[in-house]
């Protein structure tokens, strides 16, 4: 099937225009997660859905970083007023819920590579 | 903070031979998954192993094995017969405190496999 589905692949933007970044997680995955992946370093948390509900955004960096899933499917983040530091990977994957206390794996999309000129 | 280190930022191996990466982590929960990645320059992370923190038994996949040692909080991958379609990032993850269902990364290992 389909699997996790990120746009644009590439995005650049001058300091202080706004961006969005639209996910299209598997169907059925109640779970998704965005991820901020900077050059050379590991996937950063950013913030959870399950369903439409937003459980864990602490990972968001400032007030700049909005995130949203209306109807529990597609999901985008947004970026306002962008600056240099955000230039990224930013990384979407979906998931099914824990079971039995336990992580399900994370599918990941290709992500989006996010350059602030 | 949790953490979740891979001490090594780079490692190389020769076609057809061993290689085995490493990563501790730390975490107060008593059960758990751990994960092992792959992201090739496509960018897309791709699962390669997943060890159940309750079992005894090294979960294996074909050629990836790991060696997870629960009282040292160590979780290892072993690549047998590298192929050069094995070059990529490795990373390694946890699930973050509180039974959370995010997951926690390490700063990964860049593999690369020589002809």
């Known amino acids: 099937g389909a699997g996790v589905s990120q746009s644009p692949r590439y995005k650049v933007a001058k300091r202080g225009q706004d961006v969005a970044l639209r996910c299209d997680p598997i169907?059925?995955?109640?779970?998704l997660f965005w991820y901020q992946q900077a050059l050379g370093q590991g996937p950063e948390f950013l913030t959870y859905?399950?369903?439409?509900?937003?459980?864990?955004k602490s990972g968001l960096p400032s007030d700049r970083f909005f995130a949203e899933r209306p109807e529990g499917s597609v999901s985008t983040l947004k970026i306002q007023r962008t600056q240099q530091e955000d230039s990224a990977v930013y990384l979407c994957?979906?998931?099914?819920?824990?079971?039995?206390?336990?992580?399900?794996?994370?599918?990941f999309g290709n992500g989006t590579r996010l350059t602030v000129t | 903070a949790q953490t979740v280190t891979q001490s090594q930022p780079e490692m190389s191996v020769q076609e057809a031979e061993t290689v085995t990466l490493s990563c501790t982590y730390d975490?107060?929960?008593?059960?758990?998954?751990l994960f092992w990645y792959k992201q090739p320059p496509s960018r897309q992370m791709i699962l390669v192993i997943r060890?159940?923190?309750?079992?005894?038994q090294n979960a294996t996949e074909n050629r990836f094995s790991v060696n997870f040692q629960k009282a040292a909080k160590s979780f290892s991958l072993k690549i047998s017969d590298s192929q050069l379609g094995d070059a990529a990032m490795y990373f390694c993850?946890?699930?973050?405190?509180?039974?959370?269902?995010?997951?926690?990364f390490g700063k990964g290992t860049k593999l690369t496999v020589n002809p």
């Open positions: 975490t107060s929960e008593s059960d758990y998954y």
């Open positions: 169907s059925g995955h109640v779970s």
């Open positions: 859905f399950q369903n439409e509900a937003q459980l864990d």
């Open positions: 993850a946890c699930p973050a405190q509180g039974g959370s269902e995010k997951l926690v």
């Open positions: 994957a979906s998931s099914l819920p824990r079971m039995r206390g336990y992580n399900s794996p994370l599918h």
């Open positions: 060890q159940e923190a309750y079992k005894q």
